[in-house]
């Protein structure tokens, strides 16, 4: 039987998490009948009595300064309405591994199974049935992974047989058959159903289950990238794959920085001391879009992995995030069937970044958010990591034949099986429901615990390769790893969550928190034991090969044997055809403003330029003890940053720098020069605060809708932007991802495809982090210097033109080759410390960039509009790697900046207002105050 | 010069580790990341040192309460190593999720393992902050803010249950014996209730409380984020050195150490 302690804060404490789902009710939801939330914990044993329960509850689950226990009876007695939410059976709660220990730890023998859940209590006298429905359907529960308890389990055990592997009788199904075969599961066409077909043919046998989700698996244009890879006609003319022409690109710019380029789960470049900086950035967009606290989760979780997976093991030092949401107020009619809210996904999502990089200890330091409507059936979630690790132990690891395939970590669960393939397929109404195993949740401490094992083992010479169980659980690290060699595996040796996994499931699932890695005979024991040390699971799964196979056997019977060649080069090469087409799109007439001021806060306040404070405030982003350019700086600590600066080697003042740029509105309207855009943000970032444009690489990340004809010209476009912008500035990708299935197709046949995102993360080294500059205007009566080449008629795009809704189509047209000599000397005006403040211009122009260095330094400024220049186009145009730069009163700008185009445009000031003059006539003067109000205000909307 | 040995506490999820190491090493201690399973076995003692460093992060993934676990752990294994090494007056320092450990083994604020008096609740907020805020130094007998009473000191806070509760005998009790080291300040530099300057919503603003012989010390606040100059959000526009005087709380305790 089940014994139950509930917990709860004594009556008269605040009750925060009650508080908190209080204020959702209200502000997100907008019901009012709710009063008072009162919330308690429910905590569930099997296999003790009711007296070790009450003794648990004192000891271990209750502190009785501030709660109360009951031992099985209720606890919320006075509410209206209470209601139990608990994870779905089969879904790991995180907190039960911990209730076991600390049972065992008190001396309390017998228990075989805790759980956990939480109760709500809702008050109020007029609260209904339909508000109760709403809150827990909106709120409390995501259907996913977890359910309402209507009464109490009878046991917490998952029991179950594992199924059967079947046969797949692939030989004899015709066209049809083959096509029904793919469908909602495996996502591969007809062509390449049959290059499985004839393969098992010519073996003159019917597949496993096992190697028919293997196959699908690799094959998937998640792994397999097949839309990277095809042979494309652009217009008619084929030119090279869109994957070849990045990395010729990285090759032709033979820059010695680089020490590992798309071979590896991250890209490598060289630091100082005999160290090296790894960076990777993925996508997370479908587990996102049905379960965003999980999706995102995960996906820090696993762009974490890729980092702890690189070379022979990296430790982790930063974490990004770049979004891109539908407004958080759009109505709900407007959401299509089978997705979710944007203002829920929002905040899910971030809780999620939040909850996995905290607990980790990893600072997530850079980010952004970008909103359009477009992403209403599917958003945009990325995450990105860096680590540090000697460059000794960079390169990618060779297993050998004979070296062990260890799992380590997390146990295998059913969970996320079929991530790889279903975050290749489009979006339907129905996604959500067929697809729910898909998502999980994170545990992030066992991945930390993880990571200190590796380290260790790491450092001991232990590990021969390594890499993270992603996509395709098993079947794809050790397929990948054992690409070479082959390998073979006994599935019913991988410790499992509960029983019932079939063999095929075992080797799929893409359970959370396990890495593979090739270890020689001669370590396994020494790795036994410092995984035991740091309380991590690690078993000796099979042996890589010499026989070019992989096979898995499970109880001793073959259930896979497939050829390695075939699995990795059988894919048949697409030939697709591309062919953009330049939307009809009509020019914004841009006048004079009546209301200047209500046009500044407008902007100022679009949810693409208001300050993300809140957000920022919620992420750990000083752990590690390592951040010398923070998000946030300036005398309020509410000033933005352009990039992050960090020093990953305490006492030593090397620094690394990180920033980003995208910007998919571009995109529509023309995707090389909106590709040009987010390169030149991305360095722009980077080199405002002091980065060295001759020492940095790049990471790509395209999230595109599906890829038919019209989007596949617009990616090639956006590819050739890429190569053009590698060939100008010498810096190169190194690391890279496409996620090509952000398309949603509803029943009614309604299409949307998201704007589509080119993200480009840029990082590089700087040998003193002390020679770099923050964005906060640092003192009154210094030169304001605008910086750059930009041609402000070129309005399209900018936030201005989306006020107006009319994007326009006279884009910035960023010329590469201009940018290099602007960078440059930037970076030596900053490290030889000319500079007090810089600030690029991004979304919202000079107008912006000017307010965020006036907040930062709680300083004003009076600047002067030329002649030549329209008011409304010099203020609010967006050409990125343009500048801000404060310099103090004795210098001379024009001295300083050299050849380059500067232009003095104003003074800093005492007084806390923005005065804008014109020929001699005042346009406008606004306080400081009000400009921040609406700049600060929409996100303090949205998060509390 | 003698270097005081430190051990830097490690356990499943703890992740401030690395940062309370160098700020210990910084300030001229011998430093040695200890996991509690090698205290549990036997393969390290606490006796062969001067200092215990529990250092921030999420023990055991802040289940049940925050730093429970790890503190069920430690009464229940090392209880008679914890008494020894605090009644031969050694130094403990807890550092957020090691404060809220000090306060959930009894250690804090009366040396009594087993007796929880004092707890730190989920924030006000509701959620995790992160913020830079100012401390005022209360003159007490802590050896780790020895010379530092009456400044304020800047500095960040990371966590999810930071909030100081008590009940109100032990409140006045602590008060009384001057056990309070450290108190949330507004810009004026006196104690606030007021969010965010006070950004979990703690009980007369406390951010930090001693043991009554000043030995044994737990702060929500980071010090060990901040004993190098670019490690301060707005270093670029100090002069001088004032970001530092978090230091003085690791040298204040090497110092102690030393003289052991």
Redesign the interface.
């Known amino acids: 039987m089940i014994q139950e302690a509930r917990v709860m804060v004594r009556d008269g404490?605040?009750d925060?998490?009650g508080?908190?789902v209080l204020?959702e009710i209200h502000h997100a939801l907008g019901i009012s009948s709710v009063e008072k939330v009162r919330t308690a914990k429910v905590f569930r044993f099997e296999g003790i009595d009711e007296d070790a329960a009450r003794f648990l509850a004192e000891?271990?689950?209750t502190?009785?300064?501030?709660q109360s226990f009951r031992v099985n009876s209720t606890i919320i007695n006075d509410a209206a309405f209470v209601i139990e939410v608990a994870y779905r059976p089969g879904v790991m709660n995180?907190?039960a591994d911990?209730?076991m220990?600390?049972a065992s730890?008190?001396?309390v023998d017998g228990l075989i199974a805790a759980d956990s859940a939480w109760q709500y209590g809702f008050y109020g006298k007029n609260v209904t049935e339909a508000d109760i429905e709403r809150i827990v359907n909106s709120l409390l529960v995501n259907a996913t992974v977890e359910y309402v308890v209507k009464e109490s389990p009878e046991t917490l055990i998952i029991q179950g047989s594992p199924g059967r592997t079947e046969i797949v009788p692939i030989r004899s199904m015709n066209d049809q058959q083959l096509i029904e075969l793919s469908q909602d599961k495996l996502f591969l066409n007809l062509e390449e159903m049959r290059v499985i077909q004839n393969y098992f043919n010519s073996l003159d046998r019917d597949p496993t289950d096992c190697e028919i989700e293997i196959i699908a698996q690799t094959w998937s244009e998640h792994c397999g990238h097949k839309t990277f890879k095809a042979r494309l006609i652009v217009d008619g003319k084929e030119k090279k794959p869109l994957l070849k022409r990045l990395r010729d690109a990285t090759e032709e710019s033979k820059n010695p920085l680089v020490l590992s380029a798309f071979v590896d789960n991250s890209g490598v470049m060289d630091f100082y001391d005999g160290m090296a900086i790894c960076g990777k950035v993925e996508t997370h967009n479908s587990p996102s879009a049905i379960e965003p606290y999980g999706g995102a989760m995960t996906g820090s979780g696993g762009v974490f992995r890729d980092i702890a997976g690189t070379g022979l093991g990296a430790k982790v030092i930063a974490s990004t995030d770049m979004f891109c949401f539908a407004p958080p107020d759009l109505p709900a009619a407007e959401i299509p069937p089978g997705c979710l809210h944007p203002h829920y996904l929002l905040r899910r999502a971030i809780a999620g970044i939040?909850d996995y990089g905290?607990?980790?200890?990893i600072p997530t330091n850079n980010g952004s958010l970008h909103f359009h409507r477009d992403y209403r059936a599917k958003p945009t979630v990325i995450a990105g990591a860096y680590g540090i690790l000697p460059a000794a132990a960079c390169q990618k690891g060779q297993p050998q034949p004979g070296d062990r395939v260890m799992a380590m970590g997390g146990r295998t669960g059913r969970d996320g099986i079929h991530g790889a393939t279903f975050s290749s397929g489009e979006m339907t109404d129905r996604t959500i429901d067929v697809n729910a195993s898909a998502v999980q949740i994170g545990?992030?401490?066992e991945e930390?615990?993880m990571f200190?094992a590796i380290l260790t083992a790491r450092d001991e010479g232990l590990i021969r390769a390594i890499t993270d169980c992603g996509a395709g659980g098993f079947a794809s690290a050790v397929g990948e790893m054992g690409a070479e060699t082959g390998a073979r595996i006994a599935l019913d040796l991988a410790p499992l969550k509960y029983p019932g996994l079939s063999p095929w499931e075992i080797l799929l699932s893409e359970s959370q928190e396990r890495m593979v890695l090739a270890v020689a005979p001669e370590h396994v024991e020494r790795l036994l034991e410092i995984c035991r040390?740091?309380?991590v699971e690690v078993t000796v799964l099979g042996e890589f090969t010499g026989d070019g196979h992989f096979s898995a056997t499970y109880d001793g019977r073959k259930v896979m044997d497939l050829d390695m060649n075939f699995l990795h080069d059988g894919l048949p090469q697409r030939v697709l055809s591309a062919a953009w087409k330049r939307p009809p799109l009509t020019e914004l007439k841009i006048k004079a403003p009546a209301d200047w001021p209500g046009l500044y806060k407008k902007v100022l306040g679009h949810l693409n330029v208001c300050s993300k404070e809140p957000i920022?405030?919620?992420?750990?982003?000083?752990?590690?003890?390592t951040?010398?350019l923070?998000p946030?700086?300036?005398?309020h600590?509410d000033g933005p940053n352009d990039a992050a600066i960090l020093?990953p080697i305490?006492?030593k003042?090397y620094g690394l720098v990180i920033s980003h740029g995208l910007n998919p509105v571009l995109n529509q309207i023309d995707p090389y020069y909106g590709s040009i855009w987010a390169a030149t943000e991305a360095v722009a970032n980077a080199v405002a605060c002091g980065a060295n444009p001759d020492e940095m690489v790049l990471i790509d990340n395209f999230i595109w809708p599906f890829p038919d004809e019209e989007q596949l010209g617009a990616l090639d476009m956006a590819i050739d932007a890429c190569v053009d912008f590698v060939r100008a500035t010498g810096m190169p990708f190194i690391s890279g991802k496409d996620s090509l299935s952000s398309t949603y197709r509803g029943k009614d046949g309604t299409v949307i495809k998201i704007p589509p995102v080119l993200c480009v993360s840029a990082f590089g080294r700087i040998p003193d982090?002390?020679k770099t500059?923050?964005a906060?205007f640092?003192a009154a009566g210094s030169h304001i210097v605008l910086l750059g080449y930009r041609d402000t008629k070129e309005m399209a795009g900018s936030v201005y033109c989306q006020i107006h809704d009319a994007p326009g189509s006279n884009l910035p047209r960023i010329n590469p080759d201009n940018l290099m000599p602007v960078l440059k000397t930037l970076y030596r005006t900053v490290s030889s410390r000319q500079l007090l403040a810089c600030h690029d211009l991004s979304e919202g122009g000079l107008a912006v960039a000017l307010a965020e260095m006036c907040f930062g330094g709680d300083t004003g400024a009076v600047i002067n509009i030329p002649e030549d220049e329209d008011a409304i186009n010099f203020l609010f145009n967006e050409t990125a790697g343009c500048f801000l730069a404060e310099v103090p009163t004795g210098l001379k700008p024009a001295a300083i900046f050299g050849g380059i185009p500067c232009r003095i445009i104003g003074v800093t000031s005492t007084d806390k207002s923005i005065t804008v003059k014109q020929s001699g006539d005042e346009l406008f003067t606004l306080e400081l105050n009000e400009l921040k109000t609406a700049w600060q205000q929409p996100m303090k909307e949205v998060f509390? | 010069m003698k270097k005081p040995g430190v051990c830097v506490l490690?356990a499943?999820?703890?992740?401030?580790d690395?940062?309370t190491f160098?700020?210990f090493e910084?300030a001229g201690a011998k430093c040695a990341m200890v996991?509690v399973?090698?205290l549990r076995r036997g393969e390290e003692n606490l006796s062969s040192y001067q200092i215990l460093a529990l250092p921030?992060?999420?023990s055991?993934?802040?289940?049940?309460?925050s730093g429970?676990?790890l503190a069920?752990?430690l009464t229940?294994?090392l209880k008679e190593q914890l008494n020894d090494f605090v009644h031969k007056g050694k130094l403990v320092i807890g550092i957020c999720n090691g404060f809220q450990v000090l306060v959930?083994t009894g250690l804090l604020p009366y040396r009594r393992l087993g007796e929880?008096?004092?707890?730190l609740?989920?924030?006000?907020?509701?959620?995790?902050?992160?913020?830079?805020v100012n401390l005022l130094v209360e003159s007490t007998p802590c050896v780790f803010t020895r010379g530092m009473a009456g400044k304020i000191m800047s500095v960040?806070v990371?966590n999810?249950g930071g909030?100081f509760?008590?009940?109100p005998d032990t409140l006045q009790d602590i008060e009384n014996q001057g056990q309070v080291v450290f108190r949330y300040a507004g810009n004026d530099g006196s104690p606030t209730l007021l969010y965010p300057a006070n950004p979990n919503?703690s009980l007369n603003a406390i951010a930090g409380i001693c043991d009554s012989t000043g030995r044994i010390m737990g702060m929500m606040p980071?010090p060990?984020?901040?004993?190098?100059?670019?490690?301060h959000?707005?270093?670029?526009?100090m002069s001088g050195d004032n970001s530092l005087c978090c230091q003085d709380i690791f040298k204040n305790a090497v110092e102690y150490a030393r003289q052991m």
């Open positions: 404490i605040p925060s998490k508080d908190e204020y000891r271990l689950l502190e009785e300064i501030f995180p907190e911990s209730l220990k600390s730890d008190l001396g939040r905290n607990r980790m200890g545990h992030p401490i930390k615990r200190d040390d740091y309380n920022v405030r919620m992420y750990d982003h000083g752990v590690q003890g951040n010398a923070p946030f700086a300036g005398v600590v020093t305490l006492g003042p982090a002390a500059v923050s906060d640092k509390r | 490690r499943d999820g703890i992740n401030c690395e940062e160098h700020a910084n996991h399973n090698q921030g992060g999420f055991y993934g802040d289940d049940v309460h429970k676990i069920v752990e229940s294994f959930r929880i008096k004092t707890t609740m989920v924030n006000s907020s509701g959620h995790f902050e992160c913020r830079w960040q990371a999810g909030k509760y008590t009940a919503g980071h060990e984020r901040c004993v190098g100059k670019t490690q959000p707005n270093w670029r526009r």
